[in-house]
């Protein structure tokens, strides 16, 4: 295993701990939460979401919640979506959303999710947005792409779904939507979760190969393709690609995390790539905000600045 993953793996087993958890929830926001989610409720999220299209970038809004207990949790955090859905559109944000299946019931009954995210996907739609399925630990892959399918069937086509490089599996399952007539949008992330060896990718270059991989193998089955990583070496490579291919916002586009590297999120987008800011909020934290620190120790770094004050 390499010292990156390594990492990963030490500060997502940490931060599991009851002790550490509960610590961090109580002192979040002194820690620096709030650099990397927009606030707890849609009207703390608001200046921050309309300083980024201000600014000429797109926006991915994601009412953060993930591994609901019951079905009335599932309701409540749907709800919750389609809210905010509602108040994007209200404020003339563009409602471009990203959900995590399992807070809408997945792990509970399939049909349940299917039932809410379909509602989810045309009340998007409703609005001229895009509801995007995000893709979650591996368990929950296979679930999540028939999810994806049933609505595609369904005939929603304001929807996409998310790949991580980091498994194994992955080469399959980008043919199984690459295979779907017209090609859906599609974003490829490396992947943020604890995996053993037995399904992931444990060395870092290899993880950055697949990527690159599944990127090219998409862009030449003619599919729009969010390239989601923070990697400038990959960022920089594919968009030279796309510009000698002479591909347009039709084709592709960078989606970069709020408040990781804004530096770089101005230079792309001042470069005159299409870029979009994925820009989290909301009570549940703790789980998006874990994995943000496994990414980077420069993230983890900000937070031990915010402890010794």
Same mark, same amino acid.
């Given at each position: 295993?390499?010292?990156?993953?390594?990492?990963? *793996?030490?500060?997502?087993?940490?931060?599991?701990?009851?002790?550490?958890?509960?610590?961090?929830?109580? !002192?979040?926001?002194?820690?620096?939460?709030?650099?990397?989610?927009?606030?707890? #409720?849609?009207?703390?999220?608001?200046?921050?979401?309309?300083?980024?299209?201000?600014?000429?970038?797109?926006?991915?809004?994601?009412?953060?919640?993930?591994?609901?207990?019951?079905? !009335?949790?599932?309701?409540?955090?749907?709800?919750?979506?389609?809210?905010?859905?509602?108040?994007?559109?209200?404020?003339?944000?563009?409602?471009?959303?990203?959900?995590?299946?399992?807070?809408?019931?997945?792990?509970?009954?399939?049909?349940?999710?299917?039932?809410?995210?379909?509602? $989810?996907?045309?009340?998007? !739609?409703?609005?001229?947005?895009?509801?995007? @399925?995000?893709?979650? #630990?591996?368990?929950?892959?296979?679930?999540? @792409?028939?999810?994806?399918?049933?609505?595609?069937?369904?005939?929603?086509? *304001?929807? #996409?779904?998310?790949?991580?490089?980091?498994?194994?599996?992955?080469?399959?399952?980008?043919?199984?939507?690459? !295979?779907?007539?017209?090609?859906?949008?599609?974003?490829?992330?490396?992947?943020?979760?604890?995996?053993?060896?037995?399904?992931?990718?444990?060395?870092?270059?290899?993880?950055?190969?697949?990527?690159?991989? $599944?990127?090219?193998?998409?862009?030449?089955?003619?599919?729009?393709?969010?390239?989601?990583?923070?990697?400038?070496?990959?960022?920089?490579?594919?968009?030279?690609?796309?510009?000698?291919?002479?591909?347009?916002?039709?084709?592709?586009?960078?989606?970069?995390?709020?408040?990781?590297?804004?530096? $770089?999120?101005?230079?792309?987008?001042?470069?005159?790539?299409?870029?979009?800011?994925?820009?989290?909020?909301?009570?549940?934290?703790?789980?998006?905000?874990?994995?943000? @620190?496994?990414?980077?120790?420069?993230?983890?770094?900000?937070?031990?600045?915010?402890?010794?004050?």
């Amino acid at each position: 295993m390499t010292l990156d993953g390594a990492y990963r *793996r030490t500060v997502l087993a940490v931060a599991g701990a009851p002790l550490v958890r509960g610590f961090v929830t109580r !002192a979040g926001w002194r820690l620096g939460v709030g650099r990397f989610v927009a606030g707890e #409720s849609m009207e703390q999220a608001l200046p921050a979401l309309q300083r980024i299209e201000a600014s000429g970038k797109g926006i991915v809004i994601d009412v953060l919640g993930e591994f609901v207990g019951d079905e !009335a949790a599932a309701r409540q955090s749907a709800a919750r979506i389609r809210q905010a859905m509602q108040e994007a559109a209200e404020h003339g944000l563009e409602p471009y959303f990203s959900a995590k299946p399992t807070q809408l019931g997945l792990g509970i009954d399939r049909d349940l999710a299917l039932e809410l995210a379909t509602d $989810l996907a045309a009340t998007a !739609a409703g609005h001229q947005g895009h509801l995007c @399925l995000d893709m979650e #630990s591996s368990g929950y892959v296979d679930a999540t @792409l028939e999810l994806f399918e049933r609505l595609w069937e369904a005939g929603h086509r *304001r929807i #996409s779904t998310v790949l991580q490089s980091y498994l194994h599996r992955t080469p399959e399952d980008l043919e199984r939507v690459l !295979a779907r007539s017209p090609v859906p949008d599609l974003r490829i992330v490396k992947g943020a979760y604890n995996e053993g060896a037995a399904v992931a990718h444990q060395d870092k270059a290899r993880v950055e190969r697949a990527y690159r991989e $599944l990127v090219y193998r998409a862009f030449e089955v003619g599919g729009h393709v969010n390239v989601a990583t923070h990697d400038e070496r990959i960022l920089d490579e594919i968009g030279a690609y796309a510009r000698g291919a002479g591909f347009g916002p039709e084709r592709y586009e960078f989606q970069l995390l709020y408040g990781v590297r804004p530096g $770089l999120q101005d230079r792309l987008a001042g470069d005159g790539h299409r870029l979009r800011v994925y820009v989290p909020f909301g009570e549940d934290w703790y789980g998006y905000f874990s994995r943000r @620190l496994a990414e980077r120790p420069a993230n983890l770094a900000f937070v031990v600045r915010g402890l010794t004050g």
